[in-house]
């Protein structure tokens, strides 16, 4: 069942987000949903640009697929991780796959706040980013127009 989400009433930023995703089609797509809520998005096609742009954006959430060229998603997860616990945002994995994972990778997976399987339900998408990030409103603070 398909659910309209709509964007809070007199949306403004409520945080910024990054989006790493070697699909142009999932990084638009996500940006879209996520900036119809009022989030601010800043997009990466492979893990070593997601890193770069973290450090020089520092986002309050990253929000990556695992498989993409240059450095995977395990590879950006192991280099936010290793930031100083105050600096380093959480994380939300978004992949089609999580259950071919053994050994290492694995432990990298467990350091991410959420993964969730593609195509992502959005409402659980935003409910795991109320989660994730403790200065967003709460729940019933921001509600999509009826």
Not at 94 to 101: A, D, I, K
Request: with cysteine; aromatic share 4%.
């Amino acid at each position: 069942m398909c659910v309209p989400v709509s964007p809070p009433t007199g949306a403004r930023h409520l945080l910024r987000v990054l989006i790493v995703d070697d699909s142009e089609y999932c990084r638009l797509t996500l940006r879209a949903m996520l900036e119809a809520w009022g989030i601010e998005c800043i997009a990466a096609s492979d893990g070593e640009e997601g890193f770069d742009k973290a450090l020089k954006y520092e986002p309050d959430l990253v929000i990556t697929d695992l498989q993409m060229p240059i450095c995977d998603g395990f590879g950006l997860i192991k280099k936010l991780t290793a930031i100083d616990d105050r600096r380093a945002p959480p994380v939300i994995v978004l992949s089609s796959n999580l259950s071919h994972f053994e050994g290492d990778k694995i432990e990298l997976l467990k350091r991410a706040r959420f993964s969730l399987l593609k195509p992502v339900d959005m409402a659980c998408l935003l409910d795991c980013i109320q989660q994730a990030v403790p200065d967003l409103p709460a729940p019933g603070e921001i509600r999509p127009r009826a």
